[in-house]
């Protein structure tokens, strides 16, 4: 028990003093996890209202191919987009593989089913209320996908949060196609995988505690979002 | 401003839902000018009438013929209930005029006019979704006025609103006339029909049964159908 205590606190005395070495892995992680996140809401979002409102060849089979795809295990999105970097692969002139660049495009693959999925059924929802009045009005389905995005912002802030939620706390993904190198493309989940391996349960609780700290802060912005939106925009 | 959309034709429109045969060889026509008021019990076919004539229904037989084309962007409909995006008022009125393309200094004089005169002035910068339903449904008046449609469609405008707010919503749709827009509304309601209309439509099972000047309509119906419904006796 004494080395849990002694963990703890020098688990908090390196979040106190803003260890650099703590510092630089938050930072990464949260880099590479917000940029993810960004890229994925900007795809996924319309994606998932065109898929509510727009009927197109194929609509229903790339609605259930998304909704399978959120529950894709992150190492399994990490190995294919390390076999599409990897020298012999297609992408592999880039040399993006083992950099943070590849890392976001991993979390993107597993983060936009996601967006796109809760999106859509937010869409469903609204354009079903919607629907008589913006044809009334002379507003195509084209046209109503910004409209109902717009209607929809507050639960689709949520719908954003749990995207970020999914990419900040995965591992599989990052470890195989960032690698996990010290100061390049160590992040905080795979910095704690290594560290617990490796016994320096300091640094492995520190970062633990900040992603725990992380969670609760998004869980609480989504919580207090929802009951804004019940409450003004009724 | 273009030619005219006005007269528009139901030609022995039908509508069938569920295997069910809800509207029957209606033929109709809405002319320019005359408030027109579309009377019946519940079921009679009154609402889906007017979703035919405004094109959000395609008829199962039949045609919907209005003098020139495009004349649905001419037109506007005022649901009993009506949907109020999570916008401010003033910005409901603005997407309505967004999607007709009026844009800049013209559509903030439109917007400003209408929020003015339906009483809603005040009221502008409020989300719409908290406004009571009177003021949601005058602001639906507002958001419809403002596209300075030629043809307005009500359904039922008034039927979850108290006396005031009935009062209201019916001067609004009297000056909207006055402005020179054709009024075509639903209502169960005779004494609303009474103030109203200049014209009535009675329709009972989806059809046709009266097609009047509203006193003649009022002083000598000319079918059973309608004689019974003018002294409340139960009809569906």
Known sequence: ?234 | MSASILPGRLEALGFEAGGRRLIDGLTLAFEAGPRTVILGPNGAGKSLTLRLAHGLLAPSAGRVVWRTAGAGRRQALVFQRPVMLRRSAAANVDYALALRRVTGAERVRRRDKVLERTGLAELARRPARVLSTGEQQRLALARAWAIEPEVLFLDEPTASLDPAATRAVEAIVNAIHEAGTKIVMTTHDLGQARRLADEIVFLHRGRLVEHAAAETFFDAPASAEARAFLEGDLLW
């Not at chain 1, 106190?16 to 892995?25: C, H, K, Q, R």
């Not at chain 1, 399978?68 to 297609?90: E, F, K, N, T």
């Not at chain 1, 209607?151 to 995207?163: E, K, N, P």
């Open chain 1, 1 to 234: 028990m004494d080395d849990f205590a002694g963990a703890f606190s020098a688990a908090f005395r390196l979040i106190a003093t803003l260890d650099p070495g703590l510092a630089e892995i938050v930072g990464l992680s949260l880099r590479v996890s917000l940029v993810a996140v960004g890229l994925a809401a900007l795809v996924g979002l319309p994606l998932g209202a065109a898929l509510a409102l727009l009927r197109f060849p194929g609509r229903r089979a790339l609605t259930v191919a998304m909704n399978a795809l959120m529950g894709m295990p992150p190492v399994v999105v990490g190995l294919i987009v390390y076999l599409l970097l990897s020298r012999a692969g297609p992408l592999g002139v880039l040399g993006l593989l083992f950099t943070p660049t590849a890392m976001i495009a991993a979390q993107f693959l597993l983060v936009v089913p996601i967006v796109a999925a809760l999106a859509r059924q937010v869409a469903e929802d609204l354009w079903a209320e919607y629907e008589e009045q913006l044809r009334s009005l002379g507003c195509a389905p084209g046209r109503a996908i910004p409209t109902l995005l717009w209607d929809g912002r507050f639960s689709l802030i949520t719908a954003v949060l749990a995207g970020f939620g999914r990419a900040s706390a995965e591992v599989g993904a990052v470890m195989i196609v960032g690698g996990n190198i010290d100061h390049v493309t160590r992040v905080m989940t795979t910095a704690i995988a290594l560290e617990t391996a490796r016994g320096d349960l300091a640094l492995a609780l520190g970062l633990g505690v900040i992603l725990m700290v992380l969670s609760l802060v998004i869980n609480g912005a989504a919580f207090v979002l929802g009951e804004t939106a019940r409450a003004g925009a009724r």
